[in-house]
T-cell receptor, first 113, second 112 residues
Framework: DQQVKQNSPSLSVQEGRISILNCDYTNSMFDYFLWYKKYPAEGPTFLISISSIKDKNEDGRFTVFLNKSAKHLSLHIVPSQPGDSAVYFCAATISNSGYALNFGKGTSLLVTP | EAQVTQNPRYLITVTGKKLTVTCSQNMNHEYMSWYRQDPGLGLRQIYYSMNVEVTDKGDVPEGYKVSRKEKRNFPLILESPSPNQTSLYFC???????????FGPGTRLTVL
């Protein structure tokens, strides 16, 4: 059963605008959430993460928001750039438990000039 | 350079011919794992290892074997590959006390 869900398979955004990628989870034990970015022919690379003790984490143009009560997180990219075009995976885990990263199916973001 | 390497990067084989995909990391990470990526299914974990000689099944272990004889290496073995194992495979590693995983570049396997 999919415990991490990314319900939008694709998203298209104009350069300079905000990209919002969404992710929902079902396991209330998850306490650490990560976003990975993947270009074709490359492995996923870590982008940004957030612990459940926070509701926001920012790194440059990337901000992740966590709403624990709704079991929802989102990744905001502002401003979006063509180089941001990639597949974005949301992942969740239980910290320091040896628990696996549980991945969503990914959202393909296309940023058009 | 800190990295996870996989070999081969591309492989075409036939049903039933045993193969091994190697994975090596140079970061002294305790935790290593294998994933497969399929269209519409995202990344699914096949096997993982929390340290040398300690391995366990992930979500989709059927048809695969692994071993962890050394900390840096975690090969994925397909004893009798079948066409439904055609996929893109990723190896990953992380420190035991750290949640972020580092991924290898991927191995695209086609089983005819």
């Amino acid at each position: 059963d999919q415990q991490v869900k990314q319900n939008s398979p694709s998203l298209s955004v104009q350069e300079g605008r905000i990209s919002i990628l969404n992710c929902d989870y079902t396991n209330s034990m998850f306490d650490y959430f990560l976003w990975y970015k993947k270009y074709p022919a490359e492995g996923p690379t870590f982008l940004i993460s957030i612990s459940s003790i926070k509701d926001k984490n920012e790194d440059g143009r990337f901000t992740v928001f966590l709403n624990k009560s709704a079991k929802h997180l989102s990744l905001h990219i502002v401003p979006s750039q063509p180089g941001d075009s990639a597949v974005y995976f949301c992942a969740a885990t239980i910290s320091n438990s040896g628990y696996a990263l549980n991945f969503g199916k990914g959202t393909s973001l296309l940023v058009t000039p | 350079e800190a990295q996870v390497t996989q070999n081969p990067r591309y492989l075409i084989t036939v049903t039933g011919k045993k193969l091994t995909v190697t994975c090596s990391q140079n970061m002294n990470h305790e935790y290593m794992s294998w994933y497969r990526q399929d269209p519409g299914l995202g990344l699914r974990q096949i096997y993982y290892s929390m340290n040398v000689e300690v391995t366990d099944k992930g979500d989709v272990p059927e048809g695969y074997k692994v071993s962890r004889k050394e900390k840096r290496n975690f090969p994925l073995i397909l004893e009798s590959p079948s066409p439904n194992q055609t996929s893109l495979y990723f190896c990953a590693s992380r420190r035991a006390d750290y949640n972020e995983q580092f991924f290898g570049p991927g191995t695209r396997l086609t089983v005819l």
